[in-house]
């Protein structure tokens, strides 16, 4: 099992640094994760999972929550398939896709109605767009911090949706996705929570 790392890797302050510090140090970061997930055995996954969506399953926003944007997982995220498709049976669970520059959105109705799109993510095989109010959006991120600041693969596709669109945000990641500070900018959107399995930072 991979010992936990939670809190221990930590950038320095971001304050008087210029973009190229910080898009250093954000690569940096990223690198550092990416090794760390390399090591996370899958029974590992399953369980940290678990624990995630079951303390997410009773947040009172969770509970209130009609529509929720969740993700369909890559192998290096905390797994997801299930909980979309369990919380699918009760709640509308939206899918991102990716086209251009910017996420659309796509309604989940079935695993056997997905299809590999961009960037090898699968997403629903729909040409519908789900256009109304979403409530809740649990957020994959390379690392988060305890200022409930999220660092992504880089893209600015979250970012750039959350600029138009306010729902609650839970970022969502391992315990060593965890760390005390990450390289952020003003430009990058905070969570409104973090939930890893062994922290609840709101």
């Known amino acids: 099992m991979l010992k936990q790392k939670t809190l221990s890797m930590t950038a320095s302050s ?4 210029d973009s190229a510090e910080i898009f250093a140090e954000k690569k940096q970061v990223r690198q550092q994760i990416r090794a760390l997930k390399l090591q996370i055995p899958e029974i590992q996954k399953q369980q940290e999972a678990k624990v995630v969506f079951s303390k997410i399953e009773n947040l009172p926003e969770f509970q209130a929550a009609k529509s929720i944007l969740l993700y369909w997982s890559t192998s290096d995220e905390l797994p997801t398939h299930e909980i979309v498709e369990k919380w699918s049976l009760d709640k509308q669970v939206i899918l991102p ?9 796509k309604q989940y109705h079935s695993n056997k109605m997905m299809k590999q799109g961009l960037l090898g993510i699968w997403e629903p095989d729909s040409a519908e767009t789900f ?9 994959p ?5 305890c200022e ?11 970012d750039r949706f959350f600029k138009n669109n306010n729902p609650i945000k839970i970022g969502v990641g391992f315990d060593f996705q965890l760390l005390n500070v990450i390289p952020s900018t003003e430009m990058d959107i905070k969570m409104d929570k973090i939930v890893t399995a062994s922290h609840v930072i709101d």
């Not at 971001?14 to 640094?17: D, I, Q, R, V």
């Not at 991120?141 to 911090?145: E, Q, T």
């Open 131 to 139: 256009v109304e109010k979403v409530d809740l959006v649990i957020v």
């Open 97 to 105: 896709a990716v086209n251009g520059d910017d996420l659309i959105l």
């Open 148 to 158: 409930k600041n999220r660092l992504g693969r880089g893209k600015g596709y979250y």
């Open 141 to 145: 991120g390379v690392a988060f911090d």
């Open 14 to 17: 971001n304050l008087h640094k």
